[in-house]
């Protein structure tokens, strides 16, 4: 999980607009919208609602990012995890997930060891440790939920691989 945590919605809506294929214009195409309301909606201004989460979701399904539910999720000192399908799971990938959250943990606690060092931490590696933190329980997260998709039994008794 190596991807920022944008800290506005106005920055989210940036992101995912820019990310899109075609800019605002691929974008408004994509809701429906000719340009003008798409900005309109985009900024907010008067008289215009703004873009709903749906629509934001629609554009973020086609550029594959999450921008929206981390910054959601940042709201409430959580992380957002986008769980794999079964289709894209496969024992490999499930050892790689596994060595991801271990290589995140680690770093958390050499983090924690080198603040440490001087008996105190600052504001500075509180910050970094809390940031890195998020991403080993997201990559743990992650690694349990690939193994729950990859071999969860559906409710006809049948295992999925």
């Known amino acids: 999980m190596k991807r920022p945590i944008l800290d506005s919605r106005s920055k ?3 992101a995912v607009i820019a990310a899109y294929p075609g800019g605002r214009e691929g974008a408004a195409t994509l809701l429906g919208l000719d340009l003008k309301r798409f900005d309109n909606q985009r900024y907010g201004n008067a008289g215009h609602a703004p873009l709903t989460d749906d629509q934001v979701c629609q554009l973020e399904l086609v550029t594959g990012t999450s921008y929206l539910p981390d910054y959601l999720a940042s709201l ?3 992380v957002f995890v986008l769980m794999p399908e079964s289709g894209q799971l496969d024992n490999v990938d499930l050892y790689a997930r596994s060595l991801a959250t271990d290589v995140a943990e ?5 983090m924690i060891a080198k603040a440490l060092e001087d008996g105190r931490i600052t504001e500075a590696e509180l910050g970094d440790i809390v ?3 998020r991403q080993h329980i997201a990559a743990r997260h992650a690694e349990v939920g690939a193994v729950i998709t990859l071999h969860r039994k559906t409710p006809g008794g049948q295992e999925q691989q």
Request: proline share 0%; aromatic share 8%; charged share 15%.
């Open 106 to 110: 680690g770093k958390v606690d050499q």
């Open 131 to 133: 940031a890195a933190h």
């Open 12 to 14: 989210v809506l940036s």
């Open 76 to 78: 409430y000192g959580g």
